[in-house]
């Protein structure tokens, strides 16, 4: 690996097509029996994709006040990961992949439910006009997008999820972070994926920096932010999984 390919503290970007192809390869060795791993890793073991999984759904979801008429956006939303645990508590789930064969993929696992929806649209790309469902959503989801978007395209993925958002909306933001100071991967080879990845995991500090000219200027509110994993379940020691939650009005 060269010096170059992991690079700390300065704000550089990563290549948008290295970050499809290589979710497109993803959805290449999509396994029906651990479907969890197209979009969590951990190829080795997917029990630690599973187990992440769970952990996350069970810390965040009741942070969430879903509620039956809830409608429901998920930006990034691979093979529908979220779909499963949100869908029959709302009224609508809409998600949207910039990877078309992910969203295939969901189509597929999900075609039974009558109140899910998919579309394949960049994370940056959002606006009411280009969502097939009509907003405005009640909540929207971002997980583990923005850590491979650049940081001129964080702004348009935050300010256009915040037109899609009604009065009372609510934002939900889990990230994986740098835990000392940002790290930018381009290229890095992976034996474990089989495949070169690029990401960017940026700070705390950087995230909220983002809010704060962004949704906060929208009538948003950060009520809650936390580390995700605990100990036995974060094997990275550079990096960690965190999340933000706001609300418009502080609702």
């Not at 997008?145 to 037109?163: I, K, T, W």
Request: glycine residues 6%; negative net charge; proline residues 5%.
């Amino acid at each position: 690996m060269s010096e170059d390919q992991r690079i700390r503290s300065r704000q550089v970007d990563v290549d948008a097509t290295d970050v499809k192809a290589f979710f497109e390869d993803r959805a290449r060795r999509f396994d029906d029996s651990h479907p969890l791993v197209s979009v969590l890793y951990q190829d080795s073991n997917p029990g630690l994709a599973e187990a992440r999984d769970r952990h996350e759904k069970e810390t965040l979801v009741p942070l969430l006040g879903l509620k039956p008429t809830d409608r429901v956006l998920d930006i990034g939303c691979g093979i529908g990961r979220w779909a499963e645990r949100i869908a029959p508590e709302v009224a609508q789930y809409h998600g949207t992949d910039l990877v078309s064969s992910l969203v295939d993929l969901a189509r597929t696992r999900f075609r039974k439910y009558a109140n899910v929806s998919f579309q394949t649209l960049g994370a940056q790309d959002h606006t009411p006009e280009a969502l097939s469902c009509p907003p405005p959503f009640d909540l929207a989801i971002v997980a583990g997008v923005l850590v491979y978007v650049n940081d001129a395209d964080c702004f348009s993925v935050l300010r256009g999820l915040a037109s899609c958002c009604g009065p009372s909306g609510r934002v939900l933001i889990r990230e994986p972070v740098g835990v000392l100071d940002r790290l930018t991967l381009k290229g890095v080879w992976s034996e474990e994926l089989r495949h070169s990845y690029s990401a960017i995991y940026r700070t705390i500090e950087e995230y909220i920096a983002l809010f704060e000219k962004t949704l906060l200027l929208d009538g948003f509110v950060l009520l809650k932010q936390a580390r995700l994993l605990p100990p036995g379940l974060s094997n990275r020691t550079e990096t960690t999984q965190h999340y933000f939650l706001l609300a418009r009005d502080g609702q």
